[in-house]
T-cell receptor
Framework: EDQVTQSPEALRLQEGESSSLNCSYTVSGLRGLFWYRQDPGKGPEFLFTLYSAGEEKEKERLKATLTKKESFLHITAPKPEDSATYLCAVQADGGGGATNKLIFGTGTLLAVQP | NAGVTQTPKFQVLKTGQSMTLQCAQDMNHEYMSWYRQDPGMGLRLIHYSVGAGITDQGEVPNGYNVSRSTTEDFPLRLLSAAPSQTSVYFC?????????????FGPGTRLTVL
């Protein structure tokens, strides 16, 4: 069964204190791994897509990496505005052609204190 | 572009009532999906569509119906509301070309069933 697990559930950082969020997955065939940011009361906002092991993508203070079993979202020198829930999702290769089905983890709630 | 819009933002129903959650997108995306988000469960796929006239079930379809008569609209119907359907509902859309895996989410509908 395809599954996504995120850790930790919650993380509290001081401003400037770098850290990483983890997303481990089991999937029959990985079509893509996605990171989203979700602010309270809003819909998820797309951050990155990673397609193959070894791939890395960066956006401002965020850097996402991918291995065959997990992905990391590294946050360098975070600021209070980085506080949000970060969601990881995978798209499995169903073998039946194009699809838009995503399997989400439960997210990591990040709080960055000034 | 307005992106993905959802109405209403909040709704309270009594057990047994029916209603339709509206979703519209103006990006000419072929793919649209409905998710529900519950505490500790992550986002779960209810129904999805890969184009007008084509719909399929996701992970948790029971108690919900969808139809896709146009590219722009993808309404979600609750047939007979139950307290277990209390949740936040998100609609998402994406394009099968280019970075089609990037799903754009609406702001959500918070539904309470009494």
């Amino acid at each position: 069964e395809d599954q996504v697990t995120q850790s930790p559930e919650a993380l509290r950082l001081q401003e400037g204190e770098s850290s990483s969020l983890n997303c481990s997955y089991t999937v029959s065939g990985l079509r893509g791994l996605f990171w989203y940011r979700q602010d309270p009361g809003k819909g998820p906002e797309f951050l990155f897509t990673l397609y193959s092991a070894g791939e890395e993508k960066e956006k401002e203070r965020l850097k996402a990496t991918l291995t065959k079993k997990e992905s990391f979202l590294h946050i360098t020198a975070p600021k209070p505005e980085d506080s949000a829930t970060y969601l990881c999702a995978v798209q499995a290769d169903g073998g039946g052609g194009a699809t838009n089905k995503l399997i989400f983890g439960t997210g990591t709630l990040l709080a960055v204190q000034p | 572009n307005a992106g993905v819009t959802q109405t209403p933002k909040f709704q309270v129903l009594k057990t047994g009532q029916s209603m339709t959650l509206q979703c519209a997108q103006d990006m000419n995306h072929e793919y649209m999906s409905w998710y529900r988000q519950d505490p500790g469960m992550g986002l779960r796929l209810i129904h999805y569509s890969v184009g007008a006239g084509i719909t399929d079930q996701g992970e948790v379809p029971n108690g919900y119906n969808v139809s896709r008569s146009t590219t722009e609209d993808f309404p979600l119907r609750l047939l007979s509301a139950a307290p277990s359907q209390t949740s936040v509902y998100f609609c998402a859309s994406s394009s099968p070309t280019g970075s089609y895996n990037e799903q754009f989410f609406g702001p959500g509908t918070r539904l309470t069933v009494l």
